[in-house]
């Protein structure tokens, strides 16, 4: 069992940056990929960006890319979502989630865990 911990949501201004946290509880926490998605008002959960266990492996959806950064501590089990540029359409309630396999993949049922999510808001 997982459980997980989204915080460093906010509300902020386009072109602000915000870095997101998601504390893991557990010992195998490195074992797992992990990933980040969010979900806009009226709108499907989407992907974001993914890591793989040993963080060799990066991979982010097309509309972040060049402006998020996704990393992980292994020793601190926690993976974060470093966002930069924000932009009014990056609005959303972000969760973060744990995929029971090393290497990294975009498709939400794969994600076996889920944390409670944290809102981001961006202002024009």
């Known amino acids: 069992q997982v459980q997980l911990v989204e915080s460093g949501g906010g509300l902020v201004q386009a072109g602000a940056s915000l870095r997101l946290s998601c504390a893991a509880s557990?010992?195998?926490?490195?074992?797992?990929?992990m990933g980040w998605f969010r979900q806009a008002p009226g709108k499907e959960r989407e992907f974001v960006s993914t890591?793989?266990?040993?963080?060799?492996?990066?991979y982010y959806t097309d509309s972040v890319k060049g402006r998020f950064t996704i990393s992980r501590d292994n020793a601190k089990n926690t993976v974060y979502l470093q966002m930069n540029s924000l932009k009014p359409e990056d609005t959303a309630v972000y969760y973060c989630?744990?995929?029971?396999?090393?290497?990294?993949?975009?498709?939400?049922?794969?994600?076996?865990?889920w944390g409670q999510g944290t809102q981001v808001t961006v202002s024009s």
């Open positions: 890591i793989s266990a040993s963080a060799g492996s990066t």
């Open positions: 989630a744990a995929a029971p396999r090393r290497a990294i993949t975009t498709t939400p049922g794969a994600y076996a865990y």
């Open positions: 557990g010992r195998t926490f490195s074992s797992y990929a």
